[in-house]
């Protein structure tokens, strides 16, 4: 069983960055793709970037520029870096793991997800 643990989110202004980790136990980390998820209220959970194993990195139109995903294969950690944050990344942020960096939700496990809101 794979358990992963995202912690960083909070309130911040407009214009404010963020840093987003996301932890993972129970599996090797590096051989897995990470990837991480947004739900804001009233809205279906939607694709906001991921890292292959091979450092692949693949990301929503709408935050590429802003967000950047990393990943520290000895940390077992994943990192979504977050600037320039707009109103409208308001949402819970989810970090996902599973066998390829996808753009659909098709991961094996997910974590809890943490709060990011940004003020206008």
């Known amino acids: 069983q794979v358990q992963l643990v995202e912690s960083g989110g909070g309130l911040v202004q407009a214009g404010g960055s963020l840093t987003l980790s996301c932890t993972a136990s129970?599996?090797?980390?590096?051989?897995?793709?990470m990837g991480w998820f947004r739900q804001a209220p009233g809205k279906e959970r939607e694709f906001v970037a991921a890292i292959s194993r091979y450092y692949n990195t693949y990301y929503q139109e709408s935050v590429k520029g802003r967000f950047t995903i990393s990943r520290d294969n000895a940390k077992d950690t994943v990192y979504l870096q977050m600037n320039s944050l707009k109103p409208e990344d308001t949402a819970v942020y989810y970090c996902a793991t599973g066998p390829r960096a996808t753009f659909n939700q098709s991961y094996d496990y997910w974590g809890q997800g943490t709060q990011v809101t940004v003020s206008s």
């Open positions: 129970g599996r090797t980390f590096s051989s897995g793709a």
